[in-house]
């Protein structure tokens, strides 16, 4: 069965750090792209970061730029995506996405695989 599952969400303080992890199974995480997103209460949803088979990395927000790092551990089945300096503005859910090879699809949400999300919330 194809999974794609997001983990490591939580509640943190502004000036804090979070590192979410995507799994995939049922598939090898080496043929593909994944992308993270976000979704904040009463918001659009907005592409975040993508890497893709290769390792090439768009990033396609502005706000978390320079602060939020997207990385793939294939042996592990696994992308990361590591959160410094978190602003109360990045609450949201936090999920993935996989697609076949590159992230040509992301900003178009044209994923093949969905996660179900992990929330982040950044609050005093």
């Known amino acids: 069965q194809l999974q794609v599952v997001e983990s490591g969400g939580g509640l943190v303080q502004p000036g804090g750090s979070l590192r979410l992890s995507c799994v995939v199974s049922g598939f090898s995480l080496d043929l593909y792209a994944i992308g993270w997103f976000r979704q904040a209460p009463m918001k659009e949803r907005e592409g975040v970061s993508c890497?893709?088979?290769?390792?090439?990395?768009?990033d396609y927000v502005d706000s978390p730029k320079g602060r939020f790092t997207i990385s793939r551990d294939n042996a592990k089945n696994t992308v990361y995506l590591q959160m410094n300096n978190l602003k109360p503005e990045d609450t949201a859910l936090y999920y993935c996405g996989a697609a076949h090879y590159y992230c040509s699809g992301f900003a178009r949400f044209e994923m093949d695989y969905w996660g179900k999300g992990t929330m982040v919330t950044v609050s005093s």
């Open positions: 890497i893709d088979f290769n390792g090439a990395i768009t």
